[in-house]
């Protein structure tokens, strides 16, 4: 289109005094175009809410240019440089008078310019709390009742137990999933493998009734396809990062990935972790034992988070619930053991 528009204004020329050939055209055309695409280039991680921040700052900037301008703080060029200019013997009045307005008009362009860049600066760099001080009861990112939009990946929408994790109140907020998580769960529901196929079939009949739901909000996000250098970890940082979100995952590498880039994680596995109840020693339960243990003795029951319980002498009393007293714990890499005996 600039290419277009060059060679017509350098039609349009024919016949006038200044004529412009078409290749000129051309050059000019291609010129405007690749400033275009640099200025494009320099917005790429620039947002809407960026630029709402940076103008409140400017506004702010402005404004406490103005109130010093009020004050007439430009009379101490008056002061300053009068004298001097009147005593030049090559300038008169009319003269003098016309270089300290032109001073004082310089001065204020620079005082504002100055105070409005320093204001956009300091207003991007600074957090929601912050605005939070200097205003009370605003915040410029979704985070009272809306609630910060969160960010899902694939993990996150095959686990299922969001619905129920947003209607407990415990997290609120708008669900945006990405196109390519949405691309890499059909994927794998059209996988030869039972198991990636089930669990991708498993991911878009859970985001289908997220959707479906009146009270949980979703949205598929735009984002661009995955570039041959890119990993889905990476493009799931930007896509959090460009929209100012929490990033809801049950990867465990993706967790660490995104903590060490600073970004706000949901680890789904992590919350798991921290709802499970502590058990001490002491502690009475009632279990029904399914199976035995390593030692003939031993019979074997699970809570329902998956907690291992063995229960010494329990062997007698399979496929029956009994009622245990906890004596020991045992912390082993796929999770806690307790021991216990018939009460």
Request: with cysteine; proline share 3%; aromatic share 6%.
């Amino acid at each position: 289109m600039c290419e277009a528009a060059g060679v017509s204004i350098a039609l349009s020329t024919t016949g006038t005094g200044i004529e412009l050939t078409v290749g000129m055209g051309l050059l000019g055309g291609v010129a405007v175009a690749g400033l275009f695409i640099f200025m494009e280039s320099l917005m790429k991680g620039f947002t809407l809410r960026g630029f709402s921040t940076a103008t409140f700052g400017l506004g702010v900037g402005l404004f406490c240019a103005w109130l010093l301008t009020r004050v007439d703080i430009a009379n101490l060029l008056n002061l300053a440089f009068r004298e001097r200019i009147l005593n030049e013997e090559s300038i008169d009045g009319a003269k003098a008078e016309i270089l300290v307005s032109t001073l004082r008009l310089a001065f204020d362009v620079a005082l504002f310019a100055s105070l409005g860049f320093l204001g956009a600066v300091l207003a991007l760099r600074s957090n929601r709390d912050d605005f939070a001080f200097i205003i009370p009861y605003v915040r410029f990112r979704q985070d009272s009742a809306s609630g910060q939009p969160v960010v899902l990946d694939a993990e996150a929408v095959i686990d299922g137990r969001i619905p129920a994790i947003l209607r407990s109140g415990f997290l609120h907020g708008r669900l945006i999933v990405p196109r390519f998580v949405l691309e890499e769960l059909q994927v794998m529901s059209n996988s030869p493998a039972n198991l990636t196929r089930h669990r991708g079939q498993r991911g878009l009949e859970g985001l289908e009734q997220m959707q479906a739901a009146p009270d949980i909000q979703v949205s598929i996000h735009d984002s661009r396809a995955l570039a041959t250098d890119e990993t889905v970890p990476q493009r799931l940082v930007e896509a959090a990062r460009l929209l100012g979100a929490r990033l809801l995952t049950a990867n465990e590498t993706l967790t660490k990935i995104a903590k060490l880039q600073g970004l706000d994680v949901l680890n789904i596995c992590e919350l798991d972790e921290a709802l499970k109840h502590p058990l001490v020693v002491g502690d009475r339960l009632r279990i029904a034992l399914v199976r035995g243990g390593k030692d003939e003795h031993q019979g074997v029951g699970y809570l329902p988070d998956g907690t291992m319980i063995v229960v010494n002498h329990g062997a007698g009393e399979i496929g029956k619930t009994v009622e245990v007293t906890v004596i020991s714990t045992l912390q082993t890499n796929a999770g806690t053991m307790v021991f216990a005996e018939l009460h």
